[in-house]
């Protein structure tokens, strides 16, 4: 068999399930059979870039979220509250159940102050504060983004800000979904499970199975290209960027059937290597992004 | 006795921000803007490869990543004294084009619109935390639905944006050469139908509501003026056979108008959290240090200035260069300015496509030089940007980044305050224990204070005081 034709059985299901999952917890939502949960999103060190790309998601899209999924509590980008009244919205969710969703790393140099998301009752709340407390309280935490997940750009060498990710100051279990930035179905589909049926199964390193599973390289379109050694020798070639530097046969997540965009492109299809963002150690392990030739480069 | 404003956070804005406002008889009387986000992404990028650099720094900004990869590849242009085809700089302006129409679709309806239109009730996200909503009831649920609507047209402008940009935020296609792939008939023609889609919703949509927003918030085109000065690295210019499609290089001093010259940026830093550079720098000149126990700093963003002035940068200031719009610099000439932007950024954007040849590649294989230095100006979606590059055994030596923010929101210099603190300042708060009029203010520049900001540290904040004159 061609291992260009080879796909994996769960192809068409992959491609669906998010898609799924959300429509059923939004219909047991409609027939009241399931409670419409509060869902804090909070913004800490990192470029917001997460929120954004939430934005970007098609179905749903964000007035489905707000409308059919959840009630969305905080959101620093995008709702109508300011100052004290926004801060207000987010520290009396502690009395009530909800799912916290995080985006960006953890500042922890000199006590957190290098990041503030707010001042409550006179105080500057740090990024670091106010993870640890409403952490603590949520029903589940989800880390959206590398820089959530394990510290990502904003934990880069020299790591100037000292980030971490936001499992290294709970003490609770935290779902990842690294990605930079985080596909908006990637987290949709998780939230849609744990409204649904609870946590989604995850895999060692607590990334849902049902995006992380499989590498890149191993659904790669490109992956004939691979086998017959034939390559790429610069941007913009349609064959396989592996001597360019791409990191498909490290980083596992389903980019290469569900793509990007209104599922309109990915990089590789861009005709540039996979630069591991969806990998922990991105973008420190992952570097350099672009080589020439890799297997001549030390 | 002055009563002190703090707030904090300014929702709908990028990143984190914290106004504090010093009012005396109704009036603002001093105003400061702080940015509370630290990551310090020029230490990080020392020892890099340098063409990492236009992947890396679009981890600056989430909502405007392209900005950064088209900064960054102008100064390895620059430095590898590399010079693109025509047909690579249309496929990349035209990729930039899409974070201009994404950008100022999502600033308008998602970041503006709710501090003038009341959203439907029922919804937390929407809770508002004021009363002054002055449009008849009608008018006003129209624009609340193309809030909605604009979610779907904004997520469409990043479609495009990821046609040739492979994805969005933070692109794979923008690079040394114009971009990475090919732009294939099916492409084009795709390019060709969202934008159709969009330019209708910004010309029967958008610039008819910022229209009656304006109508019934008139008082806000008498505040927010700010330092008065304009500047633009230019932007969709100069090009062989189209010319000039947008903006060049221009400054506006004292209402006179001049050609920019990069020789007059300097940036300051005496009053911002760093050593080094207190006096003024250029921007080749030295990478400053933190520093949190400098008495007289009160802000961690730098001060940009040009021939010693503040300046603000943007689409308003695009606009009024470009000799587009010019009735005046305010809240609302700013807010206006935008959409009028967003109408003529689809303009170009049609011009360039119409202009594509298809298939055409642009890419080479490029050598790291072993030593070398290079700018990168350009105006983005919020205003100039600027990298600056030097490279040395093949790898990343110095970087230095002056963001549209930056110039925005600066603190103070010899007195002069910078752009955003200036257009606080003498405004008339119609409600102390509401003051809307400063987050409008703040919010009609765009602020992007992830993109600002280098460190934070608690400055002297004086206990909020609320005793009314």
Redesign the interface.
């Known amino acids: 068999m061609n291992k260009d034709t080879a796909v994996c059985p769960e192809y068409a299901a992959r491609l669906s399930s998010a898609g799924d999952l959300i429509r059923k917890a939004s219909n047991e939502i409609q027939r009241k059979n399931l409670e419409k949960k509060n869902l804090v999103w909070l913004?800490l060190?990192?470029?917001?870039?997460?929120?954004?790309?939430m934005?970007?998601?098609?179905n749903p899209?964000?007035?489905y979220l707000?409308?059919q999924m959840v009630?969305?509590?905080?959101?620093?980008?995008?709702?109508?509250?300011?100052?004290e009244?926004?801060?207000e919205?987010l520290m009396n969710i502690g009395m009530e159940d909800y799912i916290l969703a995080v985006e960006g790393a953890v500042?922890t140099k000199?006590n957190g102050?290098?990041?503030?998301?707010?001042?409550w009752k006179?105080e500057?709340l740090t990024a670091l504060k106010a993870v640890k407390l409403l952490g603590e309280k949520a029903a589940h935490v989800i880390a959206l983004g590398a820089c959530a997940t394990h510290g990502?750009?904003?934990a880069?060498?020299?790591n100037?800000?000292d980030?971490v990710g936001v499992q290294a100051v709970l003490d609770k279990k935290v779902i990842k979904l690294p990605g930079?930035?985080c596909h908006p179905d990637w987290f949709t589909g998780t939230l849609a499970h744990i409204l649904l049926y609870g946590e989604p199964e995850l895999d060692q390193k607590d990334r849902p199975l049902l995006f992380y599973s499989t590498l890149i390289h191993d659904r790669c379109p490109r992956r004939a290209f691979f086998d017959k050694g034939i390559f790429a020798?610069?941007?913009?070639?349609n064959t396989c960027m592996f001597k360019l530097g791409c990191r498909g046969p490290v980083t596992r997540v389903d980019c290469p059937i569900r793509k990007?965009?209104?599922y309109?492109?990915?990089?590789i299809?861009?005709?540039?290597p996979c630069?591991g963002?969806a990998q922990f150690g991105f973008?420190d392990r992952m570097?350099?992004?672009?080589?020439?030739n890799t297997t001549r480069e030390g | 006795m002055a009563s002190r404003i703090i707030i904090n956070p300014v929702t709908r804005i990028s990143g984190f921000m914290e106004i504090q406002a010093l009012i005396e008889d109704g009036k603002v009387i001093d105003a400061i803007t702080e940015g509370l986000l630290f990551r310090g992404f020029e230490k990080m990028l020392l020892g890099r490869k340098p063409f990492d650099a236009v992947y890396f720094t679009q981890r600056i900004c989430g909502i405007c990543s392209t900005a950064h990869s088209m900064a960054s590849t102008l100064a390895l242009e620059a430095a590898m004294g590399v010079v693109p085809s025509e047909q690579g700089r249309y496929l990349r302006d035209i990729i930039h084009g899409c974070e201009f129409l994404q950008n100022h679709l999502r600033h308008f309806y998602q970041y503006t619109v709710p501090d003038y239109v009341r959203l439907p009730e029922g919804y937390p996200l929407f809770a508002a935390d004021h009363e002054d909503f002055r449009l008849p009831k009608e008018k006003n649920d129209i624009i609340a639905s193309h809030y909605f609507d604009s979610l779907d047209l904004s997520r469409q402008a990043h479609e495009m944006l990821a046609v040739l940009g492979g994805k969005a935020p933070h692109n794979h296609g923008v690079f040394i050469g114009g971009i990475t792939t090919q732009a294939t008939t099916d492409k084009i023609i795709k390019l060709k139908s969202i934008l159709s889609i969009i330019t209708n919703f910004i010309e029967d949509r958008m610039v008819p509501d910022v229209f009656t927003i304006a109508e019934y918030y008139q008082d806000y085109y008498q505040n927010g003026r700010g330092c008065g000065n304009l500047l633009s690295y230019g932007c969709f210019n100069g090009y062989k056979d189209l010319g000039t499609l947008y903006v060049d290089p221009l400054v506006q001093t004292d209402g006179s108008v001049q050609v920019f010259d990069p020789a007059g940026i300097v940036e300051e830093t005496q009053f911002a959290w760093y050593s080094g550079g207190e006096s003024g720098y250029m921007p080749f000149e030295i990478m400053t240090e933190e520093n949190t126990a400098k008495p007289e700093a009160y802000s961690w963003i730098k001060a940009p200035r040009y021939n010693g002035l503040p300046y603000e940068v943007g689409p308003l200031a695009r606009q009024w260069l470009s000799g587009e719009y010019r009735n005046g610099i305010s809240t609302m000439d700013r807010t206006i300015a935008r959409v009028l932007e967003a109408k003529k950024i689809a303009g170009v954007m049609h011009t360039l496509l119409k202009n594509l040849i298809p298939d055409v590649s642009v890419q080479s294989i490029y050598e790291v030089p072993q030593v070398a230095e290079g700018a990168g100006l350009i105006d983005t979606t919020r205003g100039a940007l600027g990298h600056w590059i030097k490279i040395n055994d093949g790898a990343i030596a110095f970087y230095q980044i002056i963001t549209p923010s930056a110039w925005n929101f600066s603190t103070r210099t010899n007195g002069l305050k910078g752009s955003a603190e200036q257009a606080l300042i003498g405004t008339r708060i119609g409600n102390l224990n509401s003051p809307v009029e400063l987050g409008r203010i703040v919010r009609s520049f765009d602020p992007c204070v992830s993109c600002a900001t280098h460190v934070y540290a608690e400055g002297r904040h004086l206990k909020t005081i609320k005793v009314m004159s």
């Open positions: 913004e060190t990192g470029c917001s870039g997460n929120i954004i790309s934005l970007n998601g098609a899209d964000l007035k707000i409308t009630n969305m509590k905080y959101s620093n980008s995008l709702m109508a509250a300011e100052g009244a926004a801060m919205q500042s000199e102050i290098y990041n503030i998301i707010g001042r006179g500057p990502g750009v904003s880069a060498m020299p100037p800000a980030c930079c930035p020798t610069k941007l913009g070639e990007w965009n209104d309109v492109n990915w990089p299809q861009d005709d540039t630069i963002c973008p570097e350099p992004f672009i080589s020439y």
